[in-house]
């Protein structure tokens, strides 16, 4: 359904230099050549930092933003030469809450857009109805959009999105800024989106999102595809897992490779790769060890996307040249 | 054309959530007319002339709120936000700007009717032949439209060209001759505006005043309309194509 061949962006700023004086000319290499394959129902997330260049690429595919070099594809039609044809195969969610019309109400807005899909009224009246009901916001159908919650707002850009029952639907940071049960609202609409076999590209820096909803990910840094497979894979090749840190009432007799913390009142602390933690636990229980607690920490998906970009500050990306 | 309507009816269903806006419409035309008319009466001209600045005001004021709404039209959905959402919209600008056009001359409808409400008010009674003034008035918008496109296609690059269009509209209003005939502008000024449509236009709408019919003036209007059109056009092409490029779609 996408298709990307080399697809290189550079962008060019110049920099503030007071009122009068120039300032210097940058030349910012967001994205290095990207080939990307999706296909049809796949849900895709693009996970990266910020400035990773996950917004570059959604919106190159999106026809928003023209690459520097590079062929995109959706549904076998030339984005750069057929944009307008392109749009009519896309549903696209941008960042920020500010995608819709505030003064509107939901359904005005799920209107005005599905004219600018061409459709006709009573269609477009009809699937409107269908999306508030999908997103959960059928009892908001005549409430102007300002005085809605950001979830709310979140959940009527995706019906917006959708409102053309288009094949390919892009989502850049859907889930940014809500708070956990906006998160989770927004979840179960993407979720049902899965199910039914939408084709998704998501870009997230939420690592709990882009390991619940995509089936597969693609992990970007410095306009770089690091990493391609299913959160599973991606973290079993990094070398990631999730760990289980136990506090315990004495010292356990373990493998030379856990490192025992020593807490202090006779208590210890020990982190072990879950995968691991039956056979401790059996071990454990075998020498009567006390177990005080478990607590499963940092998703495997975390380390491995630190192990793959590096730390934080570790970098700033080899991608900027500068010139007087 | 589904889009196009689609669009405009969002632009009067703004309306609704800013209603004193309507008032504002309805009561600016007397504080733009009235210096003019007190000037024109208090200097002895005689109502023939008095009616040919209202009409002069009238056709003005109609263009100049055409201009505005079209040429600076995308401002409103820049400050939304939802410029770059409708980009990603199978619509192109012009369609956008189309729509604005429809929905701004949806409004003129309503500011027009308040402004002759107000030259009742001032004792002038406005004894237009109105089909052909309409018929005029529309064309002259469509005559300055290259204008318009060329403005929003500076708001395409800057964001913000409130000096461009104060410029533009002052300029276009002074040397197309709003308020005393162009011929009585300095030779160099007068030459400028020859190469202006407008020109025409407010000559044909003087002449229609007049008793007389529109006379040759049609052709420069369409004529010079069309070729502003096609570079306002192409400007805004190569606009689009460079935000575009720039990346700065989501920019306000």
Known sequence: MISCSRVAKT????????????????????????????????????????????????????????????????DGIDALREPTKVRRKLGVVL??????????????????????????????????AELLQLVGLFGFADVSVEKFSSGMRKRLAIARALIHRPPVLILDEPTTGLDPHGVEEV??????????????????????????????????????????????????????????VLTLGSRPNVEKDLLVHELGDGMYSLAIPVDRLPALLARLQAEGVYLANVEIVQSGLWEAFLRLTGRPFDTLPDTQRDEE | MRPILALAHKELLYLRAYPLDLVSYAISPALIVAPYLLVARLFGFDAGLVDSVAVGLLL?????????????????????????????????????????????????????????????????????????????????????????LALAALMLLYKRTFFTYDLVQASLGALSGVTMPA??????????????????????VRRILAGGGVGPDIGPLVGLGLVYFLVGRKLLTVAERRMRAAGTTGEF
Not at chain 1, 98 to 125: I, S
Not at chain 1, 227 to 239: F, K, L, N, V
């Open chain 1, 187 to 244: 979840w179960e609409v993407l979720r049902a989106l899965r199910e039914e076999g939408t084709t998704v590209l998501m870009a997230t820096h939420n690592m709990l999102e882009a390991e619940r909803l995509p089936t597969r990910l693609l992990i970007i840094e410095g306009g770089r595809l690091l990493a391609d497979g299913t959160p599973q894979e991606i973290t079993a090749r990094s070398g990631a897992q999730r760990m289980a």
């Open chain 2, 60 to 148: 003005w004021y109609w263009l100049s709120t055409l201009l505005g709404g079209v040429g600076l039209g995308l401002e409103e959905e820049m400050e939304e936000g939802v410029v770059e959402t409708l980009l990603a919209h199978p619509i192109s600008v012009p369609t956008l700007l189309v729509a604005k056009a429809l929905g701004t001359v949806i409004l003129n409808l309503y500011i027009t009717g308040a402004m002759v409400a107000w030259f009742f008010a001032f004792g002038i009674p406005l004894l237009l032949p109105w089909p052909a003034f309409i018929a005029l008035a529309l064309l002259a918008g469509a005559g300055i439209s290259g204008f318009m």
């Open chain 2, 183 to 204: 011929r009585l502008l300095p030779r160099p000024l007068w030459i400028v505006s020859r190469a202006l449509p407008l020109s025409y236009g407010i000559e044909s």
């Open chain 1, 95 to 128: 960042a920020g809450e500010r995608t819709l019309y505030w003064k509107l109400t939901a359904m005005e807005n799920l209107l005005l857009f599905g004219g600018l899909q061409d459709l006709p009224r009573r269609e477009a009246r009809t699937r409107s």
């Open chain 1, 11 to 74: 962008y060019v700023v110049r920099e503030r230099a007071g009122l009068f004086r120039r300032g210097v000319r940058r030349e910012i290499d967001a994205l290095h050549g990207i080939d990307l394959e999706i296909g049809q129902g796949e849900f895709v997330g693009l996970l990266g930092r910020n400035g990773a260049g996950k917004t570059t690429l959604l919106k190159i595919v999106a026809t928003l933003l023209l690459p520097t070099a590079g062929e995109v594809e959706v």
